[in-house]
């Protein structure tokens, strides 16, 4: 079964950077389409980024492009999120769910979230 684990979460402050990982112990997330999801008090749900597991371009909501960049480490059979300019409305659980799929597809497997919070 696999299991996602997130981590890098923390205490940032408006305007900062943060990078998240998104792994699972014993196996490679080389094949699995990768999405990373927030979700903040009171909130639904949303995702935010998105990268499949072959060539192609990750995709991005409109309220993180430019600012967020999801990419993998094949090496490590990891996958990561940059996230710059950081602002307080981005605080949030952070999750990352994985397919064997697309990204197109529903996520199978979930991580338990990591927390950011951005605040002065």
């Known amino acids: 079964q696999l299991q996602l684990v997130e981590s890098g979460g923390g205490l940032v402050q408006p305007g900062g950077s943060l990078t998240l990982s998104c792994a699972a112990s014993?196996?490679?997330?080389?094949?699995?389409?990768i999405g990373w999801f927030r979700q903040a008090p009171g909130k639904e749900r949303e995702g935010v980024a998105c990268i499949g597991s072959s060539l192609g371009d990750p995709s991005y909501a409109d309220i993180v492009k430019g600012r967020f960049t999801v990419f993998r480490d094949r090496t490590k059979g990891t996958v990561y999120v940059q996230m710059n300019n950081l602002q307080p409305e981005d605080t949030a659980v952070y999750l990352c769910?994985?397919?064997?799929?697309?990204?197109?597809?529903?996520?199978?497997?979930w991580g338990q979230g990591t927390q950011v919070t951005v605040s002065s």
């Open positions: 769910g994985g397919s064997p799929l697309s990204i197109w597809a529903p996520v199978d497997y």
């Open positions: 014993g196996f490679t997330l080389n094949y699995y389409a």
